[in-house]
């Protein structure tokens, strides 16, 4: 793996143009992308007055004794859905009743893509299903027909979502319910070759019940796929879900198809908005006593600088990111501390197992100086 380098006074030179900033080794590219400008992430520049002729620089390759792996699950953004395109039902997706055939669904719900401003989250447009009066989705459950969950899904390839083996993600969606007696949730199914690793049933059945293999793995005699749940969500106000997505290097060149689902509210109407995929982005410090693990006492808050990472020494998930920076945020000053969401390491939505207290601007290379430095230049 390739070094970090910092420096608070680099100047690479780059098609004629000196940029001042802190970048990769020998590319023109920020040690953090500056997708969050305005927030806590930003990168800030090298000339700004508080940080210009201050010594924060570090070099810490992966290989220095000491140095360890931190990842942020709420990194950079790799796909995005913001049910912009198409009439009524968003373009691509499809609208469904739960349950098997059999029962009768004529005219159950009126989709339609909204844009008034209190039922839109980001972007454009949101995704909007109202059950028309007095009906609700019907489906074949062991043979009986009952009320069912309304289904919101799109299949895709793996590279249509820009997936990479042996790399952890976040699949978050945004969604709100017209009362409470309702609730939505968020579901991803992974499609597996029949030979997944093992080419036979209890390869892919074995993995339930253990918790390096989250959610729920079905064998159906020709493949076998596997569904990752998220909690249910009964909020009126926007509110995010989100699961935690890893395929193990073996697996995936045997994953042919993966269906994302929205799905839940049996009446009144629903909103979904802004389906993200974020990859986790890597840090790496010296692990050593100037790591502060302890100050934040399970509290978790951007304006304080209190983090959630999943430190991958340890496989085991015990915080919710989601549903923990969501609560901080929803606090009377936004973004305050708060008590972790602790989960069970089997809960699809458990993503991070470590709180760091780091400077509240997070800037590249200041939360911790590494053992030596020096400038480089792109050639």
């Known amino acids: 793996m390739s070094s970090i380098v910092f420096h608070i006074q680099i100047h690479i030179l780059y098609q004629n143009k000196s940029v001042a900033g802190w970048f990769k080794t020998g590319i023109r590219e920020p040690c953090y992308p500056d997708y969050r400008k305005g927030s806590v992430y930003q990168i800030r520049k090298a000339n700004e007055p508080e940080y210009k002729n201050k010594n924060l620089v570090g070099l810490c390759p992966a290989a220095q004794a000491g140095c360890a792996e931190f990842q942020d699950p709420l990194g950079e953004a790799v796909w995005t859905e913001g049910f912009n395109l198409g009439t009524g039902v968003a373009s691509g997706w499809n609208l469904w009743c739960g349950g098997g055939p059999g029962c009768s669904n004529v005219n159950v719900f009126a989709p339609s893509l909204s844009e008034e401003v209190d039922e839109v989250k980001e972007g454009w447009k949101s995704q909007k299903i109202k059950f028309n009066e007095g009906k609700q989705c ?57 030979d997944l690793s093992e080419n036979n049933q209890l390869a892919c059945e074995k993995r339930n019940n253990n918790p390096k293999y989250p959610g729920y793995w079905v064998w159906t005699g020709s493949y076998c796929y596997h569904d990752l749940v998220s909690q249910r969500v009964k909020d009126t106000n926007w509110h995010q879900a989100s699961l935690h997505l890893y395929i193990n290097p073996l697996d995936f060149s045997k994953l042919f198809q993966i269906e994302v689902v929205i799905a839940g509210p049996r009446s009144g109407t629903v909103l979904y908005d802004w389906l993200t995929l974020q990859k986790y982005t890597s840090y790496y410090y010296l692990n050593n006593q100037k790591l502060d693990k302890s100050s934040c006492t399970g509290r978790v808050g951007l304006r304080d600088g209190c983090v959630l990472f999943y430190e991958p020494t340890n496989p085991l998930m015990t915080f919710n990111s989601t549903e923990t920076y969501s609560k901080s945020q929803q606090t009377s000053l936004p973004d305050s501390l708060v008590t972790a969401v602790t989960c069970h390491p089997s809960d699809p939505g458990c993503d991070t197992n470590l709180i760091l207290k780091v400077r509240r601007d997070r800037t590249c290379g200041e939360w911790l100086a590494c053992a030596t430095s020096r400038v480089v230049w792109d050639k």
Do not use: Q
Not at 160 to 170: F, I, R, V
Not at 184 to 192: G, H, I, K, P, S
């Open 138 to 194: 019907r489906g074949k459950v062991n043979g009986d027909c009952i009320t069912t969950d309304l289904g919101f899904s799109r299949v895709y390839a793996p590279y249509d979502l820009n997936l990479k083996s042996d790399t952890h993600y976040t699949l978050s969606v945004f969604g709100k319910v017209s009362d409470h007696t309702n609730s939505w949730y968020l579901m991803l199914r992974e499609y597996y070759h029949s």
